[in-house]
């Protein structure tokens, strides 16, 4: 399972070890909304031209209403990935602390403290966690700031499967002096992980350097405009959250059905936890389903939510044969 | 005209100024291909899915047998700028040599020695020159590298406008052990610059800090697709090198019978050099064409390419209104 460890999605892997085509899969192995927003299907990018910085800062305002910020506190970049690499980079005096298992970009994009050395220390919080769908309060997270500020130190909040909740997000918190930086992400909620879109807010000081690093078009043209229009789009954002619910009930009552009980608030992706998860995530494999397993973890595996009946079925068929063969 | 000497393309800042919808504009006032790469023009993206790292490396193989290049020496970037700020970053012991007149983004993405303190540079050499156009030979930039070797230094070539031109890339030069650095812009010659695609050519050790750097998803899922197709596309290329030649040759024509002569290799843009810029670009911008002025530069003014005869008309009327007005 070493090639699918690092990062979800890999079906260019997967094909390679088990068959197939990409389009013959059921990729359960990402947090992304398997129903995306439909704005995107019939839209055809005009490319010709360089990316407008007008309607950059328009997308900008329009996404930080959605997050509840302060719009001059926002910077656009190109993936909330990408934001958390150029993070790391920009606090790289500043040790990543150690934390609970998590995103792994995290260790890949923040330096490591020499020999546990005091000092402060940039820690992530990563609300709802990925993988185990943890979601702490405001309250909790601006206690954690706290302790940080206390220290000297930053928090990055990594919103990036926030959407789906309301009142968890500490994006309107963020301003000038202290020490809170919150990064979000377009593409998993909306359904768009292709398109790279993402926000970073924290202090103008850190936006500055990120934009520095950035540079003068940090976005392509279709994702200022598909921002633009997604993010606006108030009555497909409040379907989704209520379906994104319904459909993780339904994959929790596929898996209890299969003694496996999933765990965490996020409906984006659900943990389970089982002593039989090697065996579980090969049968899945076998039947061209791609979950996601955790390196130094071999009991657990995250589903990502199947997207229609035909999808859950087609799950429930291949945990049915992983439960004889048990 | 301050609004419009960082950069081309700011169309919105020019409705702003003097009227009209960015629709109602003929923008000469960037490098880029008036005449993209068609393929683009029916393309739906699909944005669903993370882009796939195989197809990546695809993609940074098919670019680098375009450049003449060793594929493992090759990374796709989200753009030739962003590429250089990420270059900034990397080589940031490094001050920026001082140059002649030139792309501004290099003043920003590198830094500036410390009151001229002696030391090894990184080296900027544009070949062509944006905006004079000035066409060095191989030899010649191979010599200006090992100058900078000589000191301990790094040479970038940025050969952003260099896809018309044959036997002038010194991307096939790139080795592990040399300090040698070549930047390629995607954009420019098929005419796409909105996609955010480009490559940086290096030893190993820069792209391992690059991509540290940009993550593990550098590339819109579009970037990867188009990329991909338009690189193999070699009888589009071979067209497009020849049509553009032709149309440089008539806006050449063109601005001579105003009295305008036309500097530099690059059928890109083409540079002028009157006294007059200032009322030439005014009486322009009141036409709705807009050009691209130079600060401190008051006599410069750069031309893009118009792309179809229609433009040229357009051109030829306001020209021949600024000439009956001086």
């Known amino acids: 399972m070493s090639a699918f460890v690092a990062h979800g999605g890999r079906l260019s892997a997967a094909c390679a070890r088990y068959g197939g085509a990409p389009e013959d899969w059921l990729d359960l192995s990402t947090g992304i909304n398997p129903v995306p927003w439909p704005g995107a299907q019939t839209y055809v990018p005009d490319w010709r031209a360089l990316p407008d910085p007008a309607a950059l800062a328009r997308l900008e305002a329009v996404a930080a209403s959605h997050f509840g910020a302060d719009p001059a506190l926002c910077a656009a970049v190109p993936g909330s990935e990408a934001g958390l690499r ?3 980079e920009v606090l790289r005096e500043f040790p990543l602390a150690p934390g609970p298992l998590t995103y792994s970009t995290y260790t890949k994009a923040f330096g490591s403290a020499d020999n546990g050395a005091p000092g402060p220390t940039v820690r992530v919080l990563t609300n709802p966690n990925n993988p185990d769908g943890t979601l702490q309060t405001r309250t909790e997270v601006l206690a954690a700031l706290d302790r940080q500020e206390a220290d000297g130190g930053w928090l990055v909040v990594d919103e990036a499967f926030a959407d789906p909740h309301r009142d968890v997000s500490v994006a309107g918190e963020v301003r000038e002096g202290r020490r809170l930086i919150v990064t979000r992400s377009f593409g998993k909620f909306f359904g768009l992980a292709g398109l790279r879109l993402g926000f970073v807010l924290g202090p103008l000081a850190i936006l500055d350097a990120l ?3 950035h540079g003068d078009w940090p976005l392509s043209s279709a994702a200022i405009d598909l921002g633009l ?3 606006a789009d108030t009555d497909w954002i409040g379907q989704a959250r209520q379906s994104l619910q319904r459909r993780a009930q339904a994959l929790d009552m596929l ?8 765990q965490g608030a996020s409906p984006l992706f659900r943990l389970v936890r089982t002593n039989r998860a090697a065996s579980l995530f090969e049968t899945l494999a076998r039947a061209h389903i791609l979950t996601r397993p955790f390196e130094g973890y071999p009991q657990l595996l995250r589903f990502g939510l199947p997207g229609h009946d035909s ?3 087609r799950l429930e068929a291949a945990l049915t044969r992983w ?3 048990g």
């Open 211 to 213: 934009r520095r690093l």
């Open 255 to 262: 898996l209890a059905r299969h003694g496996l009980a999933a």
């Open 311 to 313: 999808a859950l079925a």
């Open 86 to 88: 150029a993070l790391g």
């Open 229 to 231: 229009t997604a993010y």
């Open 323 to 325: 439960s004889c063969d």
